[in-house]
């Protein structure tokens, strides 16, 4: 029974764990980030496909392929990162963008609230 309860307390540990860094989340890490950021170059590609001189068939498949493309890419990114480090880089992504939106939030809701109504 004791030994089980440590294994909880280690798995609880483990999971509050929030402290790490990039460094320490390795190659995994930084391949994951480079997935999802470089999945995104297969949009801009989509218009040539339709301008190329393909079959309508092969223009679908290829529209369809590149614009799944980053939804896919995060998948996989997700699998060769593990959760730890991609609970990591949604932090650190949110850190640097989501306080602006959060600020901005805000302020409409305060602008919002000292006006009167009419």
């Given at each position: 029974m004791a030994r089980s309860e440590n294994?909880?307390?280690?798995?609880?540990?483990a999971a509050s764990d929030d402290m790490l860094t990039a460094e320490q989340l390795?190659?995994?890490f930084a391949l994951g980030t480079v997935l999802i950021v470089g999945?995104?170059?297969a949009w801009p590609l989509i218009p040539f496909v339709i301008a190329a001189d393909?079959?309508?068939s092969v223009k679908a498949a290829l529209s369809g392929l590149f614009g799944a493309t980053p939804f896919?890419?995060?998948?996989?990114?997700?699998?060769?990162?593990?959760?730890?480090?991609?609970?990591?880089?949604?932090r650190t992504v949110f850190k640097r963008f989501?306080?602006?939106v959060l600020d901005e939030k805000r302020l409409d809701a305060k602008r919002a609230a000292k006006q009167p109504e009419a």
């Open positions: 294994r909880k307390k280690v798995a609880a540990k390795g190659w995994r999945s995104y170059a393909l079959t309508p896919l890419a995060k998948v996989v990114a997700i699998a060769l990162m593990g959760r730890p480090a991609y609970q990591f880089l949604k989501g306080a602006k």
